[in-house]
């Protein structure tokens, strides 16, 4: 049987700014990445959305990003390697705390925006957050882009690993998510959407932008939960798995 995880991005609400309709995609998905306070996120939102995973009984990831809060962390910034190393063990202590008060474990971590696409091309800047990661607990799972520099990083630091594939996002040659900015960037047919990833987690291919099949590895897919049409979307693609034989399950049960 085929097995993959389905992930969210949750948790970025600030303050009185609501983002996204998290307590509707919890019970959708089977693990949630959490923002940790320096792109999104505020200690309140944090405790509230570990307080949403637990009742759904769903798994708790960190999501963390660069200290850009009016850029929402996808803007690149200048960084040392110790200096990301330490934004990212500063980030997992902030939010395993308030896993710990309910009792919850952290499952994964999965770098943000432009820190995540960042380290997927530069390895010495995925080593140091991997790093951090292994300094905290070596039990965690690296969730990076498939066959990024990510994945060999932890790899290379014996961290277990779980390789992403977006639903909604399309692919350079080079296995890079293609630039927002750049036409074609999203994948907005739902149809095409899921019958991308049915291949991805099938056959381990998927059609980059210029038309050339690359090779692809989906333990999880990112499913964004701040759309419109977000929940009708993961809905059907839980619905299509189904039909598929393709069976949902949470990280730890994959790697």
Not at 44 to 63: D, P, W
Not at 91 to 107: I, N, T, W
Request: overall charge negative; charged content about 25%.
């Amino acid at each position: 049987m085929y097995q993959v995880d389905l992930n969210s991005d949750l948790g970025e609400s600030f303050g009185r700014y609501t983002l996204g309709c998290d307590d509707q995609i919890i019970p959708l998905i089977t693990s949630a990445n959490v923002a940790c306070g320096y792109h999104a996120a505020d200690p309140v939102v944090m405790e509230t959305t570990i307080s949403r995973a637990k009742a759904a009984g769903i798994q708790v990831g960190a999501h963390p990003g660069f200290p850009d809060l009016m850029g929402f962390g996808r803007r690149n910034m200048a960084v040392s390697n110790e200096e990301a190393r330490a934004y990212t063990l500063y980030q997992l202590g902030a939010l395993d705390a308030f896993c710990r008060v309910k009792g919850m474990k952290l499952q994964h971590v999965k770098p943000h925006g432009a820190m995540y696409n960042m380290a997927a091309k530069d390895y010495e800047l995925s080593r140091a957050i991997c790093q951090a990661v292994k300094e905290y607990d070596p039990e965690l799972i690296i969730l990076g882009l498939s066959g990024s520099e990510t994945v060999r990083a932890a790899k290379d630091l014996g961290l277990r690993v779980a390789e992403e594939v977006f639903a909604d996002r399309a692919y350079e040659e080079d296995g890079s998510l293609v630039n927002r900015r750049k036409e074609g960037a999203m994948i907005t047919d739902e149809e095409l959407a899921i019958s991308r990833v049915i291949r991805m987690v099938k056959e381990h291919k998927v059609t980059s932008i210029t038309g050339k099949d690359i090779a692809i590895q989906a333990d999880s897919i990112c499913v964004h939960g701040d759309g419109a049409k977000s929940l009708a979307f993961v809905d059907r693609i839980r619905k299509a798995f189904q039909a598929e034989g393709i069976k949902i399950c949470p990280l730890k049960e994959l790697v």
